[in-house]
């Protein structure tokens, strides 16, 4: 889609045109829906929070400037709606406990995936393990490898010290490690 086609289907979507509208849903569902299910458990999970990150760019459509990426101003919004919805389903899943280990001597240079881990990996089982972590792990790894958001970034968005993300960071690769591992194995039995 050239971008003058989609400066006029973004106004005809202000106007409230639905025919827009739709046209609008259907060039970004596919990779919204990629993005929510890296934060969701499931595929319904998921498509809930599609439709309420639509709801979320319909209403706030006119604040869009051109000046940036369209597709990028549409991902943060996805990001931000898997993340309240993760908050909805947790209440505060982000508070220091079970899911957060904060250590400032853990080194998560040392945990780093190696060339035959996650990247080898078919991105059915790479997403399957995603889904597999807790939410704070999902949030953060998710964040920070996939969104490219800093740990100052992850700290202010989700609540949380920077030495926090850092640590969840670690942890999630760890756990990561552990449930791809494990499907390796099952897969070559």
Not at 58 to 71: A, H, P, V
Not at 183 to 189: I, S
Request: charged residues 30%; hydrophobic residues 35%; aromatic residues 10%.
């Amino acid at each position: 889609m050239e971008n003058d086609q989609l400066k006029e289907i973004i106004k005809r979507c202000v106007e409230q045109d639905r025919s827009a509208q739709e046209q609008l849903f259907k060039k970004f569902y596919g990779k919204m829906m990629g993005v929510c299910m890296r934060y969701t458990k499931d595929q319904d999970q998921a498509q809930e929070v599609v439709q309420l990150g639509f709801i979320k760019i319909f209403d706030k459509l006119e604040e869009f400037d051109f000046r940036g990426s369209f597709e990028g101003w549409v991902r943060r919004i996805m990001v931000n709606a898997s993340i309240d919805a993760i908050r909805r389903r947790n209440r505060q899943p982000f508070l220091p406990g079970e899911d957060f280990v904060f250590d400032e001597q853990y080194d998560t240079q040392e945990h780093d995936f190696g060339e035959n881990d996650i990247t080898s990996v078919k991105a059915k089982h790479a997403m399957e393990a995603i889904q597999q972590l807790s939410p704070a792990y999902q949030a953060v790894f998710n964040l920070y490898v996939i969104e490219n958001y800093s740990h100052k970034e992850i700290a202010e968005i989700l609540g949380i010290s920077e030495g926090t993300s850092k640590s969840n960071l670690a942890k999630a690769k760890q756990n990561l490690r552990k449930i791809l591992t494990k499907k390796l194995v099952n897969l070559d039995k």
